[in-house]
């Protein structure tokens, strides 16, 4: 089973700042079966990037992704205010489909 | 649009059982794999089980492997997990998610609401 581990539990920060999210894998994980989700309370959790860099449908620009191998980025170059939230990374390319621990990105 | 509407979540005991179901609508179900994620309170989210698109190839976490039963009828654009044998740990939001394409080895790209299940005596 690949684990993924991310860093850190938790980021404080101000709006207009940027984030930097870590999600590193137990062992090399195919960039192709690499996503990133965002979770808000009470909302659906919403596909953010697949494949390691790819945005999802209606996904601003503010966010990337990038990776290789076992270490793989989120990267948030604006925060808005909606953007406070538990992020997760999931590889999809073997069974189990597993997910990391979250992120939680809180207002500073 | 995609829209997908979880249900069935409730309160049961430990042992009992629970069929949770997802209404789909937007896109035509029976070309997409849908599957189950769970979140237990304060924890991440869970893998459960996924199905593909005609149905007939389903795979589950060893954690609900021969308790829990994802099913989908196709004529009804619904998804279904039957819960058995029910645990304490097994008390989480339940979300259905639509996987990309046809097989699950692919990413979630819209997912329900989610629905509560409490499992306590």
């Known amino acids: 089973e690949i684990v993924l581990t991310q860093s850190p539990g938790t980021l404080s920060l101000s709006p207009g700042e940027g984030a930097t999210l870590s999600c590193r894998a137990s062992q090399s994980v195919s960039s192709s079966y690499l996503g990133w989700y965002r979770l808000k309370p009470g909302q659906a959790p919403r596909l953010l990037i697949y494949g390691a860099s790819s945005r999802a449908t209606g996904i601003p620009d503010r966010f990337s992704g990038s990776g290789s191998g076992t270490d793989f980025t989120l990267t948030i170059s604006r925060l808005e205010p909606e953007d406070f939230a538990v992020y997760y990374c999931q590889h999809y390319g073997s069974s189990p489909f597993t997910f990391g621990g979250g992120t939680k990105v809180e207002i500073k | 649009e995609v829209h997908l509407v979880d249900s069935g979540g409730g309160l049961v005991q430990p042992g009992g059982s629970l069929r949770l179901s997802c209404a789909a609508s937007?896109?035509?179900?029976?070309?997409?794999?849908m599957g189950w994620v769970r979140q237990a309170p304060g924890k991440g989210l869970e893998w459960v089980s996924g199905?593909?698109?005609?149905?007939?190839?389903?795979f589950s976490a060893n954690s609900v492997k021969g308790r829990f039963t994802i099913f989908r009828d196709n004529s009804k654009n619904t998804l279904s997990l039957q819960m058995n044998s029910l645990r304490a740990e097994d008390a989480a939001i339940y979300y259905c998610?639509?996987?990309?394409?046809?097989?699950?080895?692919?990413?979630?790209?819209?997912w329900g609401q989610g629905t509560l299940v409490t499992v306590s005596s």
């Open positions: 998610a639509k996987y990309s394409n046809s097989d699950y080895y692919t990413y979630f790209d819209y």
């Open positions: 937007g896109f035509t179900f029976s070309n997409y794999a």
């Open positions: 199905i593909n698109g005609g149905g007939g190839s389903t």
